[in-house]
């Protein structure tokens, strides 16, 4: 990714984050907290008073579904260009900051006490993006037989690891309902196979980059 389109799409998201922060004020000082604590939403009324709270929490999730979209697209397309080029895509390292997306994942607690939505708990996935700063560290490499070998490597023992946490939490919760409620049987499956997903996409990276040091270490050793 270029580095005027990381600075607007950074950019962006700093202004989604601002726009949150000041309409949570505006609804707290001027609005009796509409909104923002827990209410019925089935006696629900608009008001115009609610439109800022509206606006600027649609505008993060769609600049956050636009994210995921963009990260998705480019990531394959750099992929591609790694199997066609034998060298690994060049990341910049700090991509990984991305991963604090995944904080976003406990708003779900606040949507699911304020009108019962459960959708947010999914962010908990972006936790993976961790991971883009060990494959930035690894950056142009060539790969040549041995890398390659270790990538299966990573892969293989990242997949195990994920696969063993989704079956832990899957006999678990099919015991039956989660403190006697099905809601939070719901919730803790999102929360689990977000977190267990995102776990292996970092592991996938962390094992590589750890892999391919080691061997670099003995062959100085050698």
């Given at each position: 990714?270029?580095?005027?389109?990381?600075?607007?799409?950074i950019?962006?998201?700093?202004?989604?984050?601002?726009?949150?922060?000041?309409?949570?004020?505006?609804?707290?000082?001027?609005?009796?907290?509409?909104?923002?604590?827990?209410?019925?939403?089935?006696?629900?009324?608009?008001?115009?008073?609610?439109?800022?709270?509206?606006?600027s929490?649609?505008?993060?999730?769609?600049?956050?579904?636009?994210?995921?979209?963009?990260?998705?697209?480019?990531?394959?397309?750099?992929?591609?260009?790694?199997?066609?080029?034998?060298?690994?895509?060049k990341?910049?390292?700090?991509?990984?900051?991305?991963?604090?997306?995944?904080?976003?994942?406990?708003?779900?607690?606040?949507?699911?006490?304020?009108?019962?939505?459960v959708?947010?708990?999914?962010?908990?996935?972006?936790?993976?993006?961790?991971?883009?700063?060990?494959?930035?560290?690894?950056?142009?490499?060539?790969?040549?037989?041995?890398?390659?070998?270790?990538?299966?490597?990573?892969?293989?023992?990242?997949?195990?690891?994920?696969?063993?946490?989704?079956?832990?939490?899957?006999?678990?919760?099919c015991?039956?309902?989660?403190?006697?409620?099905?809601?939070?049987?719901?919730?803790?499956?999102?929360?689990?196979?977000?977190?267990a997903?995102?776990?292996?996409?970092?592991?996938?990276?962390?094992?590589?980059?750890?892999?391919?040091?080691?061997?670099?270490?003995?062959?100085?050793?050698?």
């Open positions: 990714m270029k580095t005027n389109k990381m600075k607007i799409w950019g962006c998201g700093g202004v989604c984050v601002l726009s949150v922060f000041l309409s949570l004020w505006y609804a707290i000082a001027f609005n009796d907290s509409r909104l923002v604590v827990p209410m019925d939403f089935k006696n629900y009324v608009f008001e115009i008073r609610d439109l800022p709270m509206i606006v929490v649609s505008l993060a999730c769609i600049y956050l579904v636009a994210l995921f979209v963009m990260l998705f697209i480019h990531a394959g397309k750099k992929q591609r260009q790694a199997e066609e080029t034998g060298i690994t895509r990341i910049n390292p700090k991509l990984g900051c991305l991963g604090v997306l995944g904080f976003l994942g406990f708003a779900g607690f606040w949507t699911y006490s304020v009108d019962g939505t959708f947010p708990f999914a962010f908990f996935l972006f936790f993976g993006f961790f991971g883009f700063y060990y494959e930035g560290k690894m950056s142009g490499t060539f790969m040549d037989e041995r890398f390659r070998e270790n990538i299966a490597r990573a892969k293989l023992k990242a997949y195990k690891i994920t696969f063993g946490v989704m079956l832990i939490a899957l006999i678990i919760l015991q039956g309902k989660l403190f006697g409620n099905l809601e939070y049987t719901l919730i803790a499956a999102i929360i689990t196979f977000s977190l997903f995102a776990l292996g996409i970092f592991l996938s990276e962390y094992l590589l980059y750890r892999y391919d040091h080691d061997d670099q270490a003995e062959e100085g050793e050698e």
